[in-house]
């Protein structure tokens, strides 16, 4: 139609464009310019990509033990077919003497550590607490000296937590003896379902330097600050992190950093927008603020036309134009405000009350100034609350928001004269007119209530709720924007309880993981049947289980903490390697193991819904989906080689994103952060001094 066409950019005519300096040929001087310079610089590209392998085989074939720059850190020439790392992983190397020593990557990040660690405390004689000083290797385990201060260095760029001390980031903490708990970034495992332990999340408005004032926003349930206030576009940002919202309840039409990009989630750009494809959307629509359902206005006594009520004239869907084709035309439309003026307001009524205005005709053009999806202002809210019915003119999707039969759309009628013969035919028939007005004495329809249920809660609360849901891998329900259970539900630990005579390999102190996943080692296969039958069990909670498997060959140990589960497997007795069985309730699609790097695999459900990803050292344990009968779908297979043991094993379980389109073979934040946490362990650290070894 059109009225409904979106008006046409203008163009700069072929006569006033600048014309261009032209060289000899016809050619412009900086195309010639380009084409030198690119002469100049491919060679010089082509030459240090050699210099750059040439670098790396010198590296590996001399075995050397320096730190490596940021462009040395490659993996070896052995594991160029595979992925690559995304992390430092350690991994055991050769046995000595009982012990298995490191190599690879990690023990050049660990020298660095050690350096840097040297030159804060002022000290050449401290050591890394896997230094051996007699054979000058460094072992997989750690075993720190008995009473000497130990110095824990973190090398991320977030705070941790051990043996209920703070580590600063890229920081130093000293204890004066070994901590022999594993480090954790939060002080309790946040849950969604009771909100229980979630720390606090502090929002800013256009604060990048944190400079202003901090105060609780007290009306939401979970732990929430604020700082600023919004303007009409603003950016809102999240502590912490590099999260950062364009904030504004107005069009894009008009502010073209609102147009939503589908992408900008990659670089932790988000939304907070009329559109409901904003992560937190703003609508102008809330239960505190419109009471839609008020009585109609007074058939017989209300004026048999329209009213229209804008200053802007110069609207990005042209709105004017259906205007002047509606005052045109044989059906009454007074136009009282700047824009199209043609009629005075009724007497006695003054444009300061459009309520009471609206309330004098049978209709209201509730046009808006563009037609953007989702972007639904007081033009339309209004008019509901005053008793109107409102001829509306705006967004595409306006019946996906509006309460059943209660609006009349332009877009619906194929021409003015269309719906001026239906505004005539209404307006002289009460009975069609009330119709228009039934869903007033009704309760909303459940779509409705779909739509704005979440307005109840304010900005500030649902996006520091969206904030936690993100930093710890609870689960969000975008519609209703709030915290939920994981789709695959409780990710808590829970154990078969335990046994006075337990089985053989079952330790008494606690027997095997049977939620999220069930473990199942090969020595279990007799009592399989009987571990998978009961019906109850024990929640770890933030204690941890150890047990003898496999015969009493390998020392198991299991905890939880941050909202993920960490194993440490212990060479006990075993001479040949072992099977370990992860039982999912995951319905898996036909290739459901990704390898995503080195010591980084994730199992994903056939629904892109949920998402198992387990993080360790490629070298020790290996990682397979089981084959052979009687293993049923969504079971892992984990090979451990007892040459290389110790080795540690996180398992996170979280929700796949489906709200970013193309997101769901994304890594989430929280497996990124859990994954950082994991490859990059808080060292240990000793000043031997005198002494020539570290135990």
């Known amino acids: 139609m059109p009225f409904s066409s979106p008006r046409t950019p203008s163009r700069t005519p072929v006569s006033q464009r600048s014309a261009q300096p032209k060289a000899r040929f016809g050619i412009p001087w900086h195309k010639i310019f380009l084409g030198i310079l690119l002469l100049q610089v491919v060679p010089l590209l082509l030459l240090h990509s050699k210099l750059s392998e040439h670098v790396e085989q010198q590296h590996y074939s001399s075995g050397s033990h320096n730190p490596l720059s940021p462009f040395e850190q490659v993996v070896s020439n052995q594991l160029r077919l595979a992925p690559k790392p995304k992390h430092h992983v350690l991994s055991g190397g050769n046995r000595r003497d009982g012990y298995a020593t490191i190599d690879g990557t990690y023990l050049n990040m660990l020298h660095q550590m050690e350096f840097h660690v040297r030159q804060t405390q002022k000290s050449d004689t401290i050591h890394s607490c896997r230094y051996h000083a007699d054979t000058g290797d460094y072992a997989v385990t750690t075993r720190c000296p008995p009473n000497k201060p130990v110095l824990y260095y973190n090398p991320l760029q977030q705070e941790r937590i051990l043996c209920g001390h703070a580590v600063p980031p890229k920081g130093i903490l000293e204890l004066p003896q070994e901590c022999l708990e594993p480090s954790r970034l939060y002080k309790t495992i946040p849950d969604a379902t009771s909100v229980h332990g979630i720390p606090a999340v502090t929002v800013r408005f256009d604060d990048p330097h944190q400079t202003r004032t901090v105060t609780l926003f007290e009306d939401c349930d979970v732990p929430c600050y604020e700082a600023g206030r919004p303007s009409i576009v603003c950016q809102r940002t999240v502590d912490d992190t590099d999260w950062s919202f364009v904030f504004s309840m107005e069009g894009p039409k008009y502010y073209r950093t609102l147009e939503i990009n589908p992408k900008d989630y990659k670089r932790h750009h988000y939304y907070s927008t009329t559109s409901y494809q904003s992560e937190i959307p703003l609508p102008y629509y809330s239960w505190a603020e419109y009471q839609i359902q008020q009585p109609a206005v007074q058939y017989d006594e209300a004026i048999k036309g329209a009213v229209f009520l804008a200053r802007n004239c110069r609207s990005q869907n042209n709105r004017e134009a259906v205007v002047r084709a509606l005052q045109n035309s044989t059906f009454r439309v007074d136009s009282l405000s700047s824009c199209l003026r043609n009629a005075n307001p009724p007497p006695g009524l003054s444009l300061k009350n459009k309520t009471a205005v609206m309330q004098h005709y049978l209709f209201y053009l509730a046009f808006e100034n563009q037609n953007v999806d989702d972007y639904i202002t007081e033009k339309l809210w209004g008019p509901f609350q005053s008793g109107t019915v409102p001829v509306y003119f705006g967004a595409r999707n306006v019946h996906e928001h509006a309460p059943p039969h209660s609006i009349i759309a332009v877009t619906d009628f194929d021409s003015i004269d269309d719906l001026v013969a239906h505004l005539h035919k209404v307006a002289a028939n009460k009975t069609l007119y009330e119709a228009y007005h039934k869903w007033r004495t009704q309760p909303l329809p459940d779509s409705f209530h779909r739509q704005y249920d979440f307005t109840a809660v304010h900005s500030t609360c649902r996006t520091c709720r969206w904030a936690a849901a993100q930093k710890h891998g609870l689960g969000w329900n975008h519609s209703n924007q709030s915290l939920r259970a994981l789709r695959s539900g409780s990710r808590d630990v829970c ?123 490629p070298t020790a344990l290996r990682v397979e989906t089981a084959a052979g009968v009687g293993r049923p779908a969504g079971v892992l297979q984990l090979n451990i080689e007892p040459v290389h043991l110790p080795v540690r094993l996180r398992v996170i379980i979280e929700d796949v994103d489906t709200f970013h389109k193309g997101a769901e073979r994304e890594e989430n934040y929280f497996g990124q952060v859990m994954a950082e946490d994991f490859f990059n362990q808080i060292e240990a650290f000793v000043d031997l001094g005198d002494d020539t070894h570290a135990s």
């Open 495 to 617: 154990l078969t309880p335990s046994m006075d005579n337990p089985p053989s390999g079952l330790s008494a102190a606690g027997g095997r993981v049977v939620q999220p996943f069930r473990e199942v080692w090969t020595a279990d296969s007799a009592e399989r049947s009987e571990i998978v039958l009961l019906s109850s069990c024990q929640s770890l909670g933030p204690s941890k289980s150890v047990a003898l498997v496999e015969n009493g060959q390998i020392r198991r140990t299991v905890w939880q903490q941050d909202g993920v589960i960490d194993f440490l497997f212990e060479n006990a007795a075993v001479k040949q390697s072992v099977v370990l069985y992860l039982e999912t309730a995951l319905e898996l699609s036909t290739q459901p193991l990704e390898r995503v790097a080195l010591g980084h695999a994730r199992l994903q459900d056939h629904r892109n819904e949920t998402r198992m990803t387990l993080l360790t050292s």
